[in-house]
């Protein structure tokens, strides 16, 4: 999250790095801060609230969005990993488009 000097110019619903670096991080694992997973927030536009999510590297699964925190227990296998609330994409610019931004 960037630092600001005055907190009152800081919200939670902006993106905190732009469109064109999020697209940059989403497809740079290595400069993952949090690595192997990416924090991503989209707002529900029916309900207003924050949903939480991230991005997992791995090779089958990189154009997914979990739902849930980077604190999430994964499951003990890659099979398992369709127990996990998901949304699968095509691209990480339909990522985007349906609202996730890096957190």
Request: hydrophobic fraction near 40%.
């Amino acid at each position: 999250m960037p630092m600001f000097d005055d907190a009152s110019t800081y919200s939670p619903y902006k993106p905190a790095f732009g469109p064109e670096k999020d697209i940059i991080m989403m497809a740079t694992p290595g400069d993952w801060p949090c690595w192997p997973r990416l924090p991503l927030k989209r707002r529900n536009l029916s309900t207003g609230m924050m949903e939480t999510g991230y991005l997992l590297e791995l090779n089958n699964f990189m154009h997914v969005v979990f739902i849930g925190t980077i604190y999430d227990v994964l499951p003990d296998s890659v099979d398992k990993l369709g127990e996990v609330k998901q949304i699968k994409y095509n691209s990480f610019q339909a990522i985007q488009a349906d609202g996730w931004i890096v957190d």
